[in-house]
């Protein structure tokens, strides 16, 4: 079947077309080059008008792992106010905060996304995240492993074992995990929360091994890197959501030493003291920091204002948080020697002084830093906001008038501690085209993803030009995923199932002689029935495994 | 004959995997690490290979086709026990959905003392490995610990050796309520367990006192239902001294009414002494029958722990009016569906209305229903995952043997496929 998109306006900047009326041809759930000679188009569709992009990509989003299953289970009132239907062609579920696997697949695919990927794959839940992806309909997928405090790695550490044997345990563990990146939460510092450690900076040991956070940070960096994963190491920092925390973030940035980095959620980690409640925002310094080291990368974070819920691995930041937790109910769990999670749920608020700068930081931070190669768009679903959110993010980074507006009604105090008033930017189609799409698969490492020239999948979304780019980017007209008409007017006229993205850097097999030694005698499970093969994914049918190139 | 080693049990909740298995033909035989639990629910023999319908033998398909034209029609149809894998949650969910029912895990009931005091207030949990490596003082609360999993002491508590504990035999265990059957939890040095026992229904009063000793709130009372406060303190007192204690509990266990208020008052108590400067975590004891898995599938396809419904065509949340008993005996179900993949004793409540068991092989029935498919047993009969009792381990269930039976995600697939 050969389907042609004619005379759309084309934003793909992986080619470096910005804007341009192209055609595009689809076969076989590829994107072609317009075939030679005579040709038979099977289905035309006639996009004069329309904007055309590559099915957009969140690279952090938690849709995957048992804290989110907590999240949901902990708040039946939240699914209540957002019953989802079911449908000839989909099944019902709930939505809002932390919705239902089906329905996050459903909304994912109404606003144009066709990719997302959990950041926080704790390896001993693998399983239970991949599962619960392998319900997502639509969405490709793929988890960033998470290490730094599993009691492994820090005896390793302890023990001074070298980079190899940390390489090696790194490479194993997204093999068994089935990862495409490795995710590292608070260093160290869930870990500490079991020795009842309550606090852990940059350069502070943890209580029994002696190790700190900067050792954790320089051992996996420098790991990923060696390893080849496309992917630099993702950095949930210290001192979560800590008044002060923007001095840590820049020492994280400088002590990592020009190996690649990716800072996530960094609004979380931008905050200052100064002013009468002696919290401020410090978006401008981390800007600079990372506008000055091009090995930094972030995505955002960014704060909406309404009900919520974080769910985290950082447990022993969320059970500093549980004061906040609104309604007041909260989960925390030290898990398997491995690591750890929290979940508060939040209820940001434009009239709360705090809330009302957290959002500003968030916006300070997307219109200050230069490169939308190096940014990306998230609200750290759902802990600063569901995704649902995306379409009015964008609209407040790409409208200023709209900003200036909203910020004109939060909290007094807030209004007057921020730089936002004065910032002129406004993004352009092509920067949000790069920070969702382009941009987002070359960071993650996805070939063939993230781009509309011949070769790509056939991962295409088609708006309707809308100067209210909220309603825009709510309500695409056409969602094509792997070249299948999946989105009509914002609203899912079939389903499929999407694939799982990997790499599966080398190891040395002699790794699990020291691993099996430890499982025997520490873990709860064999190594063998640990590991998680690829059976896992596939057997049922509908999932699949794509395995990316390294970097050479 | 065959052996197979490292093979992981479904049955026991607290995830042993190490159990060595002779299989001959059909008959599996636990030759190493055996328990009155896993050993039993292993061996048990195949004995119903064919579907029945109306007690007569028939192809599956036909079976298939029967119980789809039986739940056609229905209003409210039933489908209770959900003891099956993570794939039979998933087919069962789509046959729900699809048909407007209530989906009820069997053993809610009991879990929802859990559920309630989760969704009212929350807790701090932890998980086996950290019980293994760090509990140096275990509270059983109200439960005979080595009934309900017979080898938790010897994998979690009295192990050799443990990663920040010295001498594992120097844990400190301590019962609060109901006293153990067995000596499972005297320690290899021969340290027995403190007893402080008391009636299951006294629980509320003693838990009640203990925590607000923990908060150092005063008590005029010398006793409390059989138990001195100055018992009570002591156990207040080692909470606070111990680096990582641990509160264990069957929610089931407490078979009393509003035992919710204990899972909460215990919850808040491990809150409180996180508050006094050391650790201490809750671990609820559960994983019988996939009920950790029917709860963790249906949450994540519905956002609702297992026992909801879907009759308004989107998931709705009771914890009380989707109990199928209830819904039984008042009338409302019009069509009962028994989904139990691996205990052939846990058969369906005796109902006049039209009955589907998909169950385990060898169920025997006192009055046979419209439609019986006897299915395998995850980690017997096929691969799977199931749920181990701490939520967050999913165990790779192996397959034993060739009995040709099918799974339970097959046959309601094929059910809903057929409506």
Redesign the interface.
Known sequence: MLIRLIGGTVYDPASGIDGQQQDIYIQNGRIIDKPQGEFKVDQDYDLKGKVVMSGAIDMHTHIGG?K??IA?????ED??HD????SDIT????GHA?????VTGYRYAEMGYTAGFEPAL?P??A??AH??MG?IPILDKGGYVMLGSD?YLLRLLTAKKDQKAINDYVAWTMHTAKAIGVKVVNPGGINA????QRKLDLDEQNA?YGVTPRDILQVLATAVKELGVPHPLHVHGCNLGVPGNVQTTLDTIQGIGGLPMHLTHIQFHSYGTEGDFKFSSGAAQIAEAINSNKNITVDVGQILFGQTVTASGDNMRQ?ANHKF?SP???????????AGCG?VPFKYKDQNFVNALQWAIGLETFLLVNDPWRIFLTTDHPNGAPFTSYPHLIRLLMDRSFRNDILSTIHPEAQKMTTLASIDREYTLQEIAIMTRAGAAKLIGLKDRGGLSAGNFADITIYTDNTDRQKMFEKPDYVFKDGQLVVVDGKVVSTKWGTTHVVKPDFDPSVEKGLKDYFD??????L??YK??D??II??GRGSITVHPLSS | MIEIT?V?SPFCGI?T??LTIRVEGLSLKVIENGCAVNTPAFEQAITDIRPRVNGQEVDLDVAIKSAAALLKDTHLPVIGGCATD??GM?GLL?LA??TGAVVDNMNFTGARNN?LA?????????????V???CDLLVVIGTDLEAFAPRFYE??IWNK????VEDTSSREIIYLGKAPSGSASTSPSGKQAQILACETQDLPEVVAVLRALVKGQPITAKAVCGITVSDLQDIADKFKAA??SVVTWAAGALAYPQAELTVQQLSEMIKDI?NQ???C?GLPLAGKEGDQTA???C???????ARMR?S??????DPFLNDTNLLLANGEADALVWVQAFNSKSVPPEVSLPTIVVGRSGMVFTKEPDVFIPVGTPGIDH?G?AYRMD??????LKKLRDSGLPST?EVLNAIEQAL
Not at chain 2, 299 to 305: A, N
Not at chain 2, 312 to 317: D, K, L, N, R, V
């Open positions: 048992g989110g299953n949901r289970t902990l708040l039946p699914h209540r019953p989802v239907h079911r099944r019902s579920g709930c932390m919705p239902s696997t089906f704790l001993i839940n399983r239970q599962m619960e319900d009691d929360f079991k020795f009842n029994h059970h937790a007041n109910k909260w989960v925390t769990m030290d898990i398997e020697c491995d979940v005698r520490y873990l709860t499970m064999k063998g029935n998680i093969s059976d896992e057997e049922d | 490292e992981p995830g995997d190490d993570v794939n998933r789509a959905d699809r559920f989760l969704q009212d207030s929350g807790w701090m949990n932890t998980t086996l490995a950290e293994k490596n760090r994998r979690y050796e443990a990663m920040f680096k990582y996180n400067n050391t650790r975590s709860n963790q599938v949450g994540w396809t519905t956002g609702y722990p879907f308004a065509g989107y998931p709705e949340y691969v995952h939520n967050v381990v999913a165990i790779r995600a």
